[in-house]
């Protein structure tokens, strides 16, 4: 928790998140009518592991300092007796307020901005008629239609989502907002039909996980768009520079600790053709010391073809190849070795948390492999063996030709 000064002379609380790398764009995430409570901060936490320097301001501190509730049973009517209580107008200053504070901080790159939700949804809205983030978004905001008259002043990006559903926006509230906003090309607008308000707050009444999941990277995108700039290039390249110190205690100096080091405690491997791998440090030492690192053949090589870098995740597209001279259960779980050679495409897509891989999920055509070991016979099964990885590798080689050979 911090302490920062509001424009009227008082001070008030706030929990700040760092990311990994201790330096990037800034986000105030503007809290519901429960304060800044443990869902609020794990936001804050959500948006500091994808890069961003966040801070949750106690938006209560002039009725009550340190509120926390939570939408069940009477904390439900205290959090609404707050919300009534609270002055909007000097609501939105300490949002602002908490604006200035991140733009100054030494880890901020100096762009910030901000996401709220509920009451914090129109709050944000109101900070960017009022105060110009570099760019705001709004979940289920509440009364936003009350101010529409001051859209005029909006000169950032905006992003609302708006559930169909919301009795605390109904029906002819989102035909207002949408009329008084949709012909903006400063706004974006999701609607979520069939969907109640909070439908993205975990563990709530309406909480819809696909929804909430496709809103939160909507935004995560929306605000990396407008905020990360330069600083994105550097997150990427540090998520970059990870994976390959990874991969490079893997294959080449074969070093479980080390391997483990880049990974985050609850991290997993799923080799998905054959699901083998781990969930967790203790499983995954044994299975990279075990069944991984010391069965990998001598001549196994990666040649890269492309990867593409996100806010939180790497793509990574390559051929691998080896001679089956040594068991290899983590791909050929009992199957000795044949002496042959394999190449095959494979596609890895690695989750990064806190700068740390959290997952892979590895793919390849197993097929390809069995066929090309002589497991299987790929004249009588709609298979290729070593022509797909080649065909990665080169794109003008021959399309078509297996379902030539099968009609």
Not at 19 to 30: E, H, K, N, Q, T
Not at 43 to 70: N, S
Request: glycine share 8%; charged share 20%.
């Amino acid at each position: 928790m911090i302490t920062i000064k509001s424009f009227d002379g008082g001070e008030f609380d706030a929990y700040l998140a760092m990311p990994a790398s201790g330096y990037g764009p800034g986000i105030v995430v503007l809290q519901e009518i429960f304060g800044v409570n443990s869902q609020m901060r794990s936001i804050a936490d959500w948006y500091a592991a994808h890069g961003f320097v966040a801070v949750c301001p106690d938006l209560f501190w002039r009725i009550e300092r340190g509120v926390q509730l939570t939408d069940k049973g009477d904390d439900w009517n205290k959090a609404v007796e707050y919300y009534l209580k609270v002055d909007e107008a000097k609501a939105v200053e300490d949002a602002a307020a908490a604006l200035e504070f991140l733009r100054h901080h030494s880890s901020c790159s100096g762009r910030a901005g901000a996401v709220g939700f509920c009451m914090g949804g129109n709050l944000a809205y109101l900070l960017s008629v009022r105060f110009k983030p570099d760019c705001a978004v709004g979940y289920y905001g509440v009364s936003i239609e009350k101010t529409l008259d001051e859209a005029k002043n909006l000169t950032s990006p905006l992003l609302l989502h708006i559930a169909e559903r919301d009795k605390f926006c109904p029906p002819e509230a989102q035909a207002q907002i949408h009329a008084a906003l949709d012909s903006n090309p400063l706004v974006t607008i999701y609607d979520y039909a069939g969907l109640d308000h909070a439908f993205g707050r975990p563990g709530g009444e309406h909480y819809d996980a696909a929804a909430a999941e496709l809103a939160n990277l909507r935004s995560l995108e929306f605000f990396v768009s407008h905020l990360a700039g330069a600083g994105l290039a550097t997150a990427q390249q540090i998520l970059s520079t990870r994976w390959d110190d990874h991969v490079k205690y893997e294959f080449a100096t074969r070093n479980t600790d080390d391997t483990l080091e880049t990974m985050v405690a609850d991290s997993y491997v799923n080799h998905v053709p054959v699901m083998t791998g781990g969930v967790g440090h203790e499983e995954l030492r044994e299975f990279y010391s075990k069944r991984f690192i010391p069965q990998m053949p001598p001549d196994t090589a990666m040649t890269p073809v492309s990867r593409t870098v996100g806010v939180d995740r790497i793509v990574d597209e390559m051929v691998f190849e080896f001679t089956h001279t040594s068991k290899m259960d983590w791909m050929l779980p009992g199957v000795e070795p044949t002496g042959k050679h394999v190449k095959v495409a494979l596609v890895v897509i690695v989750h990064f948390r806190d700068g740390k891989l959290a997952h892979e999920h590895i793919y390849w055509d197993q097929a390809s492999v069995l066929a090309q070991l002589g497991l299987i016979d790929s004249q009588k099964l709609p298979v290729a063996g070593v022509e797909s990885a080649e065909k990665v590798l080169n794109p003008r080689l021959p399309s078509n030709e297996l379902m030539d050979r099968m009609t």
